[in-house]
């Protein structure tokens, strides 16, 4: 088959979760012998292809509001124009339901689509009021226009079945599992494994990095926070971070850390790795503290217990639980350690890239073959 891979940033992966299951799953399509097209948009790969996958730079309006839509549709306008001369895809896979408005154009050249739905993007603070009003929309649209609606989490599933009477298929993420801790690395940066607290996402609200800020400097621990991550179009939100931390010696910004093997290291040698990500579904940064091994203390909320179970993580609602979880790993390193032990476990038996792929491939199969089609996606009432 020939697949196209659209709306992300392409690859290689540095920025999040979509690129990374780009990465991931493209390549493994490629090795399977099909034809991967994957678009991208920022910084140049020096060669046409990467791990097997044929690249396409494409450029995209450089404003919040435009960024993404602007080049999934220079994408699709590439995508049809190869469809036209006969070496267009058989299937696209569209990653961000924010793309919805642009699939009719793949649909009337009779291409497929597949929609990944993403998480519930119009609950993130960053957009204003027509922001969300057009992600609710957006999800609207790509029920109508998908032939179908890819989820990466039960949670996502129920929503859409709740609001939309729609069906999806259920594809999570792969998780990278690690078997060691580059001491190096760490010590380069100037940490000890088992030595400090680890946070690392994007600064946004619903990520509640400010929790995991306020929460460490309500306990009484004596090992540092380590805060990894930054955002564009969020200085506020950052300085507010700043002003939480104060000036707390064991609180470090270590802002943006592209250096992979760095952060892998960073978070098999955390004592515990706060996870406060509330509003997407099965989150890639959670799966790779769990393939690190990191005992995770998470934000409760229905996403995050359905990735880590119950044994296999803590969770917390506000500053103060956090700050009693912290204190209480600091206590007990042991009972943390075994509870890093047990996510690397579940990870490693439920989150399986080759598995992750081998279901795009059958998902894509069914696609051009016509064994799914717009009517599929919505329930039978």
Not at 131 to 140: I, K, L, N, P, V
Not at 145 to 161: N, T
């Given at each position: 088959m020939r697949i196209a891979m659209v709306g992300t940033r392409g690859v290689p992966a540095r920025y999040g979760g979509f690129e990374t299951a780009v990465e991931e799953v493209g390549r493994r399509l490629a090795e399977a012998g099909h034809e991967v097209v994957v678009y991208c948009r920022g910084e140049r790969h020096p060669e046409p292809e990467y791990l097997g996958m044929k690249l396409v730079h494409l450029p995209a309006v450089e404003k919040k509001v435009a960024e993404t839509?602007?080049?999934?549709?220079?994408?699709?306008?590439?995508?049809?124009?190869?469809?036209?001369?006969?070496?267009?895809?058989?299937?696209?896979?569209?990653?961000?339901?924010?793309?919805?408005?642009?699939?009719?154009?793949?649909?009337?050249?009779?291409?497929?689509?597949?929609?990944?739905?993403?998480?519930?993007?119009?609950?993130?603070?960053?957009?204003?009021?027509?922001?969300?009003?057009?992600?609710?929309?957006?999800?609207?649209?790509?029920?109508?226009?998908?032939?179908?609606?890819?989820?990466?989490?039960?949670?996502?599933?129920?929503?859409?079945?709740?609001?939309?009477d729609a069906d999806s298929v259920l594809i999570a993420y792969g998780a990278p599992i690690l078997q060691s801790i580059n001491t190096g690395k760490l010590a380069e940066a100037g940490f000890r494994p088992g030595e400090y607290h680890l946070v690392v996402a994007r600064f946004e609200p619903e990520n509640h990095v400010h929790v995991a800020v306020e929460g460490y400097r309500k306990s009484t621990a004596t090992k540092p926070l380590v805060v990894v991550g930054s955002a564009p179009y969020a200085d506020e939100y950052t300085a507010k971070l700043r002003e939480l931390a104060g000036d707390d010696p064991r609180i470090n910004f270590l802002g943006g850390v592209w250096d992979q093997e760095l952060l892998d290291a960073l978070y098999a040698g955390a004592l515990t790795y706060v996870h406060g990500h509330s509003v997407g579904g099965t989150n890639p940064s959670l799966l790779r503290a769990m393939g690190a091994g990191a005992s995770v203390l998470a934000f409760d909320v229905n996403f995050n217990r359905e990735v880590l179970g119950e044994e296999a993580g803590r969770f917390f609602p506000d500053a103060p639980v956090l700050a009693r979880e912290i204190e209480a790993a600091e206590a007990e390193p042991g009972a943390a350690a075994d509870r890093g032990a047990a996510a690397r476990k579940r990870a490693s038996e439920r989150y399986v890239w080759d598995d992750v792929a081998t279901a795009y491939e059958r998902l894509c199969a069914d696609l051009a073959a016509r064994r799914l089609t717009r009517r599929t996606v919505r329930r039978k009432r």
């Open positions: 839509l602007s080049h999934t549709g220079f994408s699709v306008m590439h995508a049809i124009g190869r469809k036209i001369v006969r070496k267009g895809p058989d299937v696209a896979l569209v990653f961000n339901a924010a793309n919805a408005p642009l699939l009719p154009f793949l649909r009337a050249m009779r291409i497929p689509v597949a929609t990944h739905v993403d998480g519930l993007e119009w609950k993130r603070t960053k957009w204003s009021g027509t922001g969300q009003r057009y992600y609710r929309t957006a999800e609207s649209l790509a029920v109508r226009w998908s032939d179908a609606l890819i989820a990466d989490a039960r949670g996502i599933q129920d929503y859409y079945v709740e609001r939309f």
